[in-house]
């Protein structure tokens, strides 16, 4: 499962046409880390709006109405440094939280099928502007 997913990830780095590449890349690499179901958008909506939105922002832009108060901005995932990371990274910051930051770990709090809806909804929230 992983190695098929790095193969996946070297694909998307040399291959041509970076966003297409991208997208499907993500998507198969989607469907290879699915679990139980396929990560689904629409539930992964309603966890961020939930749990990520006040700090995130609705657009992902990291300006959520308690950004302001933070001692650490929340990440902005529509900025490239956040879009170019795998779904993996992104699971496993939400999965362990970032050390000396307001992001916290939410395991224990996301079932392990609600991180991955979250990361793909998140994928959409990334992919807005472009
Ligand atoms: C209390 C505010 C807060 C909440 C709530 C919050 N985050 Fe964060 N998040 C942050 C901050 C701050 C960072 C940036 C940490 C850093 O870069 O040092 C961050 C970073 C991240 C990153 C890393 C992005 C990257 O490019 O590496 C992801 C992914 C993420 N958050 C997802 C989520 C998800 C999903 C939720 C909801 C389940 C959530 N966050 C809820 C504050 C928050």
Known sequence: ????????RRY????AG?????FLGGAATSCLYA??????RARGKAVY???CQHCHGMTGQGDGPDAGS?????ANFQRFQSFLKSDEELLRTIE???VFSPMHSWRGQLTD????????????LSQQTR
């Open 113 to 124: 099928g609600e991180m991955q809806d979250v990361v793909a909804y998140i994928r959409v």
């Open 1 to 8: 499962m992983l190695s098929a997913s790095w193969r996946f």
């Open 12 to 15: 998307r780095i040399f291959g």
């Open 35 to 40: 679990q139980d179901y396929p990560p689904d």
């Open 18 to 22: 970076l966003f297409v590449t991208f």
């Open 70 to 74: 933070l001692k650490v901005s929340p």
């Open 96 to 98: 362990h939280g970032v």
């Open 49 to 51: 709006e939930r749990h």
